[in-house]
């Protein structure tokens, strides 16, 4: 069974950092895709960045491109997001979730959140003063 376990939330204030680390077990290296959501509170969820693991391609939310970098270690089955010069508009759960078999047209369509199998709990991310 998949599982997917995020943790590194938190409160920090504007213009601070925090890397959030997901840990996946259940399969090895047989997925599609890996990554990030987030849910804003009275917002729907909205995808925030991913990795394709076949060329490692990554994408990302143009709110969050030039400050988030997505990453991954393969050896420890984790998938990383490395958040610097937070907003308060960054506040929300931050979700982990992952697609494991192959979608057509995955650059136009990789933050329909629709298209992933297995989600994690979340964790709380807070950006403010």
């Known amino acids: 069974q998949v599982q997917l376990v995020e943790s590194g939330g938190g409160l920090v204030q504007p213009g601070g950092s925090l890397r959030l680390s997901c840990v996946a077990s259940?399969?090895?290296?047989?997925?599609?895709?890996i990554g990030w959501f987030r849910q804003a509170p009275g917002k729907e969820r909205e995808g925030v960045s991913v990795?394709?693991?076949?060329?490692?391609?990554?994408y990302y939310a143009s709110s969050v491109k030039g400050r988030f970098t997505i990453s991954r270690d393969n050896s420890k089955n984790t998938v990383y997001l490395q958040m610097n010069s937070l907003k308060p508009e960054d506040t929300g759960v931050y979700y982990c979730?992952?697609?494991?078999?192959?979608?057509?047209?995955?650059?136009?369509?990789?933050?329909?959140?629709?298209?992933?199998?297995?989600w994690g709990q979340g964790t709380q991310v807070t950006v403010s003063s």
């Open positions: 979730a992952t697609r494991t078999s192959y979608v057509g047209s995955y650059n136009y369509r990789w933050a329909l959140d629709g298209l992933y199998d297995y």
């Open positions: 259940g399969f090895t290296l047989d997925y599609y895709a």
């Open positions: 990795i394709r693991r076949r060329d490692g391609n990554t």
